[in-house]
């Protein structure tokens, strides 16, 4: 015989005689998970506890996402790029250094483009 226990929303428990399983709908999609296998009352009622606190837990303190690959590289490569082309205007302004500015700027944008990625995944 199996009880049916709710739990935040598109969680549950199914409790039988020999186990417990936990189902969960993410996206249309339902999951089952087999957690215990067959043990005593006492150990069955500690697993079930635990596992609520977690869940519940879970839902109260969802962790941040980090940050995709493409953002990490546009927050890289932007920088480096506005040096350049920062730099190659100010030396077709000023004659004599020819390329002064230019890598100037691309390494200031190099720097830059590192303290940009350091800072978001620090975040």
């Known amino acids: 015989m199996s009880a049916w226990l709710y739990l935040c929303g598109e ?9 417990i399983a936990v189902n969960f709908r993410k996206q249309g999609q339902v999951s089952s998970l087999n957690l215990i296998p067959a043990m005593n009352n ?4 500690n697993k079930i506890e635990y596992q609520v606190k977690r869940i519940k ?17 546009l927050v890289m490569i932007l920088p480096i790029v506005g040096g350049v082309y920062l730099g190659h205007w100010l030396d077709e302004m000023v004659e004599g250094y020819s390329t002064h500015w230019t890598i100037s700027l691309l390494f200031t944008g190099i720097v830059v483009g590192f303290f940009n990625v350091y800072f978001l995944i620090k975040d």
């Open 42 to 45: 006492q150990q069955l009622k």
């Open 11 to 19: 969680w549950n428990f199914t409790i039988s005689s020999d186990s």
């Open 57 to 73: 837990k879970a839902k109260q303190d969802p962790r941040p996402e980090p940050p995709s690959i493409g953002t990490l590289g």
